[in-house]
């Protein structure tokens, strides 16, 4: 079982955030514009503004929302009247992940608009190319994690949903991740096994010099043997292979995911809120 990771403390600023929200939007603007297509007829679409997006897959989906905005100056506000527009004819509210970076300007234009906080998540970061230790290949017997095969998609989508759901009944997405996954040049999607049977997976997409680390879920049966450490583990080596600078990844403070970041030599860099409009304003 990986143990802990040492790191180099971590001093984060505008510059730094704006590489990890620029890659994070960057990749989720890269699977909203593949599920788009896989999914021809849907309302799934991309909103580009001020150098992030918004990311629209239908009225209430869990995946709305826009990011890397506000991050490269003032933000024109007839390009965010625009993708204000946009959502509000589609019936959904404008969920921004907003950065504690953002320009003054963009966060005093959401506040005058009613916008407010509907929840927090905690970005933590690593740097990969520090000659730091990463956490050692160290799978307990009977546990494997591969790549995933295109024909096994289903299955990660399902395993990782119910991981997520804590075995209760998974959220409804507009789209299956594991095949939007499958048609990403740049998208890593691994699979953890005990005893040959599907028990986790993660994915991770890299955008530049960022791997983001997103889609980790254990099924409840297999929780405590250190399969999403493993899986963070392995996630890291591969970015490092591929060169990356900089891992990232999105938690709930105190979480059991929270933990095991921290424990592969992730630091926090800063919680960042999502703040949630009105449809109808």
């Known amino acids: ?45 991309v909103i580009d503004c001020a150098g992030g997006c918004g990311l629209h897959y239908g009225p209430a989906d869990p995946l709305n929302a826009v990011k890397g905005v506000g991050l490269n100056g003032p933000v024109p506000v007839a390009e965010w009247d625009a993708l204000e527009s946009a959502f509000r004819e589609a019936g959904s509210p404008v969920i921004v992940d907003l950065s504690p970076f953002a320009n003054e300007a963009f966060v005093a234009l959401l506040a005058s608009r009613g916008y407010t906080i509907g929840s927090f998540e905690t970005v933590l970061c690593r740097r990969l190319d520090d000659g730091s230790s990463l956490p050692p290949e160290s799978l307990p017997t009977g546990i494997s994690i591969e790549q995933l095969a295109a024909a096994n998609a289903p299955e990660w989508t399902r395993v990782v949903g119910m991981g997520f759901a804590n075995g209760g009944e998974p959220m409804k997405f507009a789209v299956d991740f594991g095949l939007v996954r499958q048609h990403l040049k740049h998208s890593i999607t691994l699979l953890a096994t005990v005893d040959g049977v599907p028990a986790g997976g993660a994915g991770m997409s890299i955008s530049g010099p960022v791997a983001h680390l997103a889609g980790g879920a254990v099924l409840p049966q297999f929780r405590r043997r250190g399969i999403q450490q493993e899986l963070n583990a392995a996630r890291l080596r591969i970015a490092r292979e591929r060169g990356c600078i900089w891992a990232k990844v999105d938690t709930q403070g105190g979480s059991a995911s929270y933990r095991n970041a921290v424990r592969a030599g992730f630091q926090v860099a800063y919680t960042r809120p999502q703040m949630l409009s009105r449809c109808d304003r």
């Open 1 to 45: 079982m990986s143990q802990f990771v040492t790191t180099p403390p971590l001093f984060v600023d505008a510059a730094l955030s704006r590489e990890l929200e620029g890659a994070e939007a960057a990749a989720s603007r890269e699977f909203c514009a593949t599920a788009a297509k896989l999914y021809p007829g849907s309302p799934i679409r």
